[in-house]
């Protein structure tokens, strides 16, 4: 028993006696806590027997293939993005479910000269100020030098370095377009705790008090986040399936498992869920074929050793899924575009092999899809986010998509695993809040609602490599994310 709570102690949830007894009881008790601990809303923290009943809904979809209920968001929400088009250049009408904003493809301008760096942090800058702003009244750091001294200050400012001092104390330097200030914050203060969030180059608001002479010491940090109020779009249409990380060409791509996939769309299987037939989308966030030369000793990984035919045989993969679904896919870093971000769509010398109605988008990208905003982004900085933030890990890559949301930025680490080019904005910045948050890259399901936002990693298709093993992460493949667009419910299907 005592083992049963300290699990989800661990996780950071508290299960209620109630929830404790039917969990005890439970037949299937480790399958049950699993399911659980792998799926509960991070708002949660403390589990009790409605979270157990609403898993017990889950229904046996296809042949054995388990779907599982996770949050039902209907009752929480503000909705900034709607799907009215984007204003940002490169607004693409496709047909009449698919609506492109904020992707790079063919509009690459960084020519990576010291100017491209200046602007395209003054771009960041200026994004996250404008999001700040509407809750903190900040003013401009120069002005802090002139008579401010004992007295509480508002500024908002870019991180260019957070560290601890020999006697635990943490201090940050910050900028805006007007001056630095740093800021003092006591290890035994009661935002110290909070501060161990501060990654370098993000932009947040700090309160505090100024010394005259461009210290503050701090009382409160304001991350730009995404507001209370946010509320749900319950106005979609359809059915959309989220997937990632093929990895087509590996030997540890899933190929069965995949065919089980096709086969339960393509209605070849009875389907108890009935969930099959009303797919409308399917999204791909990346790395569609393993590609070559991306990790050490990655070669004898290798089923397909050709680029080009793996992508032929990704295609065949798709090709094969029954028309009438808007097929949506969006590279990641072991797809052949360049590696810096953003990445622009599949080269036509690849989608030529797919079916003609499918739909190439850059990496990140804005979509909409049955009239519901999708933000898509393969996830590279989930790695940043899990060496940085405390707590943060493999296993539940969603916590560090909430960390993307907190700070409205997909990637806010400059120079670290992601290699961002300085474009002539930020295209990472979160300006328009998307109704699904859609990653991928670590290979581990993940499902979450964070203020409104459905927040959801598809996980992957590829079985567990030696170099993942040595890395110790643990992939769950063949999990499939599904999200009903009317009610923003979502459920995940097995299919390994
Ligand atoms: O990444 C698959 C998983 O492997 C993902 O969790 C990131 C992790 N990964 C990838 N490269 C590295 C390195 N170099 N060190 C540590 N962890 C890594 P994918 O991009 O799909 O191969
Ligand atoms: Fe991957
Ligand atoms: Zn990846």
Partial sequence: MFEIVQRFADQGYQLDPKALELIKSHPAKEELIKSLLSNLDLAVSVIDSSHISNLGQSSLAPTGIKSTLFFDSKNNQESLDHCTPYTLAGTAKLNQDIEIGADITGRSTCTGEYNDFVRYFRDRYAKLREILANRLSARPMESLRR?????????????????????????????????????LIQKDSEIFEKSSFILPDEVLGVTGMSDGNGRIFVKNLIWPDVPNQN???????????????LHVGSKFFMEEAWLRF??????DVDDPSGLASQVDHIVVAGDVADGIGIYPGQESDLAIKDIYEQYQKAAECFNSIRQGINIVISPGNHDIVRQAEPQPALPETVCKFFRSDFTFVGNPTRICLGGIPFLIYHGRSIDDFVLRIPGLSYASPEKAMVEMLRRRHLSPIYGSRVSIAPEQEDHYVISRLPAILHCGHVHTVGIARYKGVAVINSGTWQAQTEFQKKMNIHPTPAAVPIVDLATMKVRKLLFA
């Fill in 231 to 245: 509320q749900i779009l319950e106005n979609g249409r359809g059915y959309a399936l989220l997937l990632s990380d």
């Fill in 262 to 267: 096709v086969s339960w769309l393509n209605g």
């Fill in 147 to 183: 008579n401010t001294a004992g007295r509480e200050v508002t500024i908002i400012g870019m991180v260019m370095d957070v560290k601890t001092t020999h006697k635990g104390n943490r201090i940050v330097e910050l900028e805006d377009p007007t001056g630095m200030v740093t800021a």
